[in-house]
């Protein structure tokens, strides 16, 4: 079987550059000298630019060669399954997903995994391609002629994910081509609201 980041991961941080940082470290709120997972993070494009603001980061991948990058840039990278993540409950204060929730091939399975090796009080943020406009349906019929078996999902599915396991979930405002969903472990799931649950998709 073709795994198309083994071959793309010498031109992917050219193809695809970091998300929006300022929007990222705001989502964030890591704590002082807090720990952070970046799963999915393959190259380190993103925990790259996290560093600072992290007392450990730590990068979650299952391509060989793109976390071989990521070791070149000085980061602790892992490879593993992020159904199966090898690390014991409540390990992180953060784990932050971008841009990769449509690649795990049982995205419930590793909401449930990043939740569970979250500390009690801590957040997990997930940047994601809003599927709901048409660039990124574009993108998605592109990815499936590739055969990359991807799935997007609305930020509604996304929070449905999150709060079958207990915790509230938020999307935070839009951008012009992703969506932003925030869930915080600590608070209970009468916490969320209405307004969390739809977020309006932002204009073509």
Not at 51 to 80: E, F, N, Y
Not at 131 to 153: C, H, P
Request: charged letters at 25%.
């Amino acid at each position: 079987m073709i795994d198309h980041f083994d071959l793309i991961a010498p031109l992917y941080d050219r193809l695809i550059g970091p998300p929006d940082l300022e929007r990222l470290r705001e989502a964030l709120a890591v704590p002082p000298g807090g720990r952070v997972l970046d799963a999915g993070g393959g190259t380190g494009r993103v925990a790259t630019h996290l560093r600072d603001l992290a007392g450990a980061i730590v990068v979650l991948d299952r391509s060989t060669p793109m976390l071989r990058q990521a070791r070149a840039r000085g980061l602790d990278a892992l490879a593993g399954d992020v159904t199966r993540l090898p690390f014991p409950d409540a390990t992180f204060d953060r784990v932050v997903v971008v841009d990769a929730l449509h690649h795990f091939t049982r995205p419930a399975e590793a909401i449930r995994e990043l939740l569970r090796v979250l500390r009690p009080d801590g957040r997990l943020v997930i940047e994601e391609p809003d599927i709901r406009l048409g660039v990124v349906k574009l993108v998605a019929l592109a990815e499936r002629l590739l055969l990359m078996d991807s799935t997007f999902f609305a930020p509604a599915e996304i929070i449905q994910m999150i709060e079958a396991c207990g915790v509230p979930a938020r999307a935070i405002a839009d951008d012009r081509f992703a969506t932003w969903v925030v869930a915080d472990k600590g608070l209970s799931p009468a916490a969320g609201t209405p307004a969390s649950r739809s977020a309006r998709p932002p204009a073509n």
